[in-house]
């Protein structure tokens, strides 16, 4: 290994099954639950679940490969390990510019994934004391929030964006408990949370599941998501946001997947896992979806209502439903679980960094990078009440309208996300040594090596390209 590298005194995941959990447990997160439903919803059930999978195939999984074998390969932080195989391979290691881009693009993700996190945490708060209230009526089977209206209950999430000293102390919570399992460092903490939360998540997730198969109306979600309407499913901006999507929910782009391959021994197979967790995050969004849309739809509400779908119209279906009090707040137990295991991952990437780049202690980089994503989360708390009308990127084409918590959103999902997949697609695809690539790659024997080669070198490039341009100049489209 090039010496003049800072050597790498990595931690190592303490197995190979042990890698696998926190990886889907980066992946696996608030993406699945509050987004992959919104977006589907948005964007015609099926339609958008036909691509979406198709996305993660045939380019969420392969870029997956590419980024944990830059990390099990430099076994350093991102941008250190991208910068090493770039000068293995002789070619300049500006390539490690793609690494950079993604640090700062998940340091800003997290910034406002813990104020959404924050809404999860106020939901448990809410639908805890909820359930104490119908435990303590002698009715622990009613449903939420039965002493509220409907229209009470739909309120309830217009009225904490009206506050923002509720919605800070939820962001302050849950960004404090990030840095704490960041700073107890990647054995002690990260894996040990990913160890405990995942399987408790999917437990949760199937019980949810099994009951809104009971109570909700099961064909209609089903018919929804697996019935598709091929015309909508090739409109450019179906593509455009289920291929955004895909990035989002594989914690693609940022280096997230880098910094946890960084951590894999030698002996695990990257192929393998990088398959496992892209079908493990894909079902887990598909089992959320069929958890969410039976009980939207057996209570008559639609589902296209976007973002607002897991925290409003969620909450109002449970309202009605049997025992809707314990299932509410069982159901935002499992969501902070999986914003929890993902934020993690956010914020690995430049802890490792500072660690080694300034040999600063983890407890010291952790406490720093988490106090500043606190702070600068505070713009995006602002943006839903007092800055409401602030429109910081005003004069950009696809920004007019955007207020800050959407400049933070767009401009690192539509923009650095993307850029910094499509320098991975190329830097893996072209740069970087053929022999050192495949080696890591574990697909030796057989179609599947040049078939992802393939993936990575032509159709990820081209369609990540496409991405950036319709994500940039939505106009060009319409
Ligand atoms: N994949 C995570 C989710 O679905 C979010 C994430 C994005 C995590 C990028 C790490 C990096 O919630």
Same mark, same amino acid.
């Given at each position: 290994?090039?010496?003049?590298?800072?050597?790498?005194?990595?931690?190592?995941?303490?197995?190979?099954?042990?890698?696998?959990?926190?990886?889907?447990?980066?992946?696996?997160?608030?993406?699945?639950?509050?987004?992959?439903?919104?977006?589907?919803?948005?964007?015609? /059930?099926?339609?958008?679940?036909?691509?979406?999978?198709?996305?993660?195939?045939?380019?969420?999984?392969?870029?997956?490969?590419?980024?944990?074998?830059?990390?099990?390969?430099?076994?350093?932080?991102?941008?250190?390990?991208?910068?090493?195989?770039?000068?293995?391979?002789?070619?300049?290691?500006?390539?490690?510019?793609?690494?950079?881009?993604?640090?700062?693009?998940?340091?800003?993700?997290?910034?406002?994934?813990?104020?959404? =996190?924050?809404?999860?945490?106020?939901?448990?708060?809410?639908?805890?004391?909820?359930?104490?209230?119908?435990?303590?009526?002698?009715?622990?089977?009613?449903?939420?929030?039965?002493?509220?209206?409907?229209?009470?209950?739909?309120?309830?999430?217009?009225?904490?964006?009206? $506050?923002?000293?509720?919605?800070? @102390?939820?962001?302050?919570?849950?960004?404090?408990?990030?840095?704490?399992?960041?700073?107890?460092?990647?054995?002690? #903490? @990260?894996?040990?949370?990913?160890?405990?939360?995942?399987?408790?998540?999917?437990?949760?997730?199937?019980?949810?599941?099994?009951?809104?198969?009971?109570?909700?109306?099961?064909?209609?979600?089903?018919?929804?998501?697996?019935?598709?309407?091929?015309?909508?499913?090739?409109?450019?901006?179906?593509?455009?946001?289920?291929?955004?999507?895909?990035?989002?929910?594989?914690?693609?782009?940022?280096?997230?997947?880098?910094?946890?391959?960084?951590?894999?021994?030698?002996?695990?197979?990257?192929?393998?896992?990088?398959?496992?967790?892209?079908?493990?995050?894909?079902?887990?969004? @598909?089992?959320? #979806?069929?958890?969410?849309?039976?009980?939207?739809?057996?209570?008559?509400?639609?589902?296209?209502?976007?973002?607002?779908?897991?925290?409003?119209?969620?909450? =109002?279906?449970?309202?009605?439903?049997?025992?809707?009090?314990?299932?509410?707040?069982?159901?935002?137990?499992?969501?902070?679980?999986?914003?929890?295991?993902?934020?993690?991952?956010?914020?690995?990437?430049?802890?490792?960094?500072?660690?080694?780049?300034?040999?600063?202690?983890?407890?010291?980089?952790?406490?720093?990078? #988490?106090?500043?994503?606190?702070?600068?989360?505070?713009?995006?708390?602002?943006?839903?009440?007092?800055?409401? $009308?602030?429109?910081?990127?005003?004069?950009?084409?696809?920004?007019?309208?955007?207020?800050?918590?959407?400049?933070?959103?767009?401009?690192?999902?539509?923009?650095?996300?993307?850029?910094?997949?499509?320098?991975?697609?190329?830097?893996?695809?072209?740069?970087? $040594?053929?022999?050192?690539?495949?080696?890591?790659? /574990?697909?030796?024997? /057989?179609?599947?090596?040049?078939?992802?080669?393939?993936?990575?070198?032509?159709?990820?490039?081209?369609?990540?390209?496409? @991405?950036?341009?319709?994500?940039?100049?939505?106009?060009?489209?319409?």
């Amino acid at each position: 290994m090039a010496a003049n590298l800072p050597s790498s005194g990595q931690p190592n995941w303490s197995s190979k099954p042990a890698f696998i959990l926190a990886a889907v447990g980066s992946a696996v997160g608030l993406g699945n639950l509050w987004r992959f439903p919104a977006e589907a919803g948005a964007n015609g /059930g099926a339609a958008f679940v036909l691509v979406y999978i198709l996305c993660v195939a045939l380019i969420g999984a392969p870029l997956l490969l590419a980024e944990t074998l830059i990390g099990r390969h430099g076994q350093r932080s991102t941008i250190t390990s991208a910068a090493l195989l770039a000068r293995q391979s002789k070619a300049s290691s500006g390539w490690a510019s793609l690494a950079v881009i993604g640090m700062i693009a998940n340091y800003l993700i997290l910034t406002f994934y813990s104020v959404v =996190a924050g809404w999860v945490l106020y939901f448990i708060w809410t639908s805890g004391g909820d359930v104490l209230r119908t435990i303590a009526a002698g009715q622990p089977f009613a449903g939420a929030y039965s002493n509220l209206t409907v229209e009470q209950v739909r309120q309830q999430m217009p009225d904490l964006f009206a $506050d923002p000293v509720k919605m800070s @102390i939820a962001h302050f919570i849950f960004a404090a408990a990030t840095t704490y399992v960041v700073a107890r460092g990647v054995k002690g #903490g @990260i894996e040990v949370a990913a160890v405990w939360m995942m399987p408790a998540f999917f437990i949760l997730l199937l019980g949810i599941t099994v009951y809104a198969g009971v109570t909700g109306d099961f064909a209609a979600g089903a018919a929804f998501l697996f019935t598709p309407d091929f015309a909508r499913a090739v409109q450019p901006e179906v593509l455009n946001s289920a291929l955004g999507q895909a990035f989002f929910s594989l914690s693609l782009g940022g280096g997230a997947m880098v910094a946890y391959g960084a951590y894999a021994s030698r002996e695990t197979n990257l192929g393998q896992t990088s398959g496992i967790i892209s079908a493990a995050d894909t079902s887990v969004a @598909i089992i959320a #979806g069929l958890a969410i849309f039976p009980i939207v739809f057996s209570v008559g509400l639609a589902p296209d209502a976007g973002p607002t779908l897991m925290f409003q119209t969620l909450p =109002a279906a449970f309202h009605s439903m049997p025992a809707g009090a314990l299932v509410g707040l069982a159901f935002f137990v499992l969501a902070l679980f999986a914003a929890l295991t993902s934020s993690v991952s956010l914020l690995e990437i430049s802890t490792a960094y500072l660690v080694e780049r300034f040999k600063m202690a983890r407890v010291m980089a952790a406490g720093l990078l #988490g106090t500043s994503f606190f702070l600068i989360g505070m713009v995006s708390v602002l943006s839903f009440n007092i800055w409401a $009308d602030h429109r910081p990127l005003a004069m950009v084409p696809g920004f007019t309208n955007a207020n800050w918590f959407d400049v933070f959103d767009g401009v690192t999902g539509r923009i650095l996300l993307p850029l910094s997949g499509l320098i991975t697609a190329i830097f893996i695809g072209w740069v970087a $040594d053929r022999k050192l690539v495949n080696e890591e790659t /574990g697909l030796q024997s /057989g179609p599947l090596l040049p078939i992802w080669r393939f993936l990575v070198a032509w159709l990820c490039p081209i369609a990540v390209f496409l @991405i950036l341009l319709f994500g940039l100049f939505p106009q060009l489209i319409s």
